[in-house]
């Protein structure tokens, strides 16, 4: 997360990816508000932070891509990404609002999802009772039944890719992370 790179960021023109225009025009300082001090999570090549979107003061996830850290390959497979969640609308698939990209950096704006990994989940009880498997793996039955109903396969579902939307034990669970997706 480099502050100089989101001070002189300017998009190009809109691009339509799939179904939804992701890809937005401006400044993304203009329209959210990223704060540097809380970290949601961090990968190889990207950091998430909260950020809160100015006109509604409603909060987001923001991953933070430094395209120079990936290879040719990685950023075939994030556009790709990209493109698949432009597609897809599910209430069990974290959404994908939008995304800005400049000088190097990727900006993605998703759904921000407060409740944990279905993993952190069941290291949390002690017996993790076949009733509570059941009732989470319904709605996760019905977002894959739906990818394949538009010719899409998640290809990585595994705990730490299903998220809850907040802390609370009956919070609504969605998949996430559809980098290796086809």
């Given amino acids: 997360y480099i502050r100089d790179k989101i001070i ?6 809109t691009e339509k990816l799939g179904k939804r225009s992701l890809k937005k025009e401006g400044f993304i300082e203009d329209f959210y508000l990223i704060e ?3 970290v949601l999570g961090e990968g190889a090549s990207a950091v998430v932070r909260k950020g809160i979107k100015k006109d509604t003061g409603e909060a987001y ?18 556009y790709n990404e990209l493109k698949i969640m432009s597609i897809i ?19 993605i704006v998703m759904e921000l999802m407060s409740g944990g990994e279905l993993f952190d989940r069941i290291v949390e009880y002690e017996h993790y009772t076949e009733k509570q498997a059941a ?46 997706a086809k």
Avoid: Q, T, W
């Fill in 36 to 38: 540097e001090e809380e």
């Fill in 135 to 180: 009732e989470s793996f319904i709605p996760i039955v019905d977002a894959v039944r739906y990818c394949h109903s538009l010719g899409i396969v998640h290809r990585d579902l595994k705990p730490e890719n299903l998220l809850y939307a907040n802390g609370e034990d009956n919070a609504l669970i969605k998949v996430s992370d559809f980098g290796l």
């Fill in 61 to 78: 996830a923001i991953k933070i891509i430094d395209k120079e850290n990936l290879g040719e390959n990685e950023l075939e497979s994030l």
């Fill in 8 to 13: 002189i960021c300017k998009m190009d023109n």
């Fill in 89 to 107: 609308d599910h209430p069990n698939i974290v959404r994908v609002y939008e995304y800005y990209e400049c000088h190097g950096v990727i900006f």
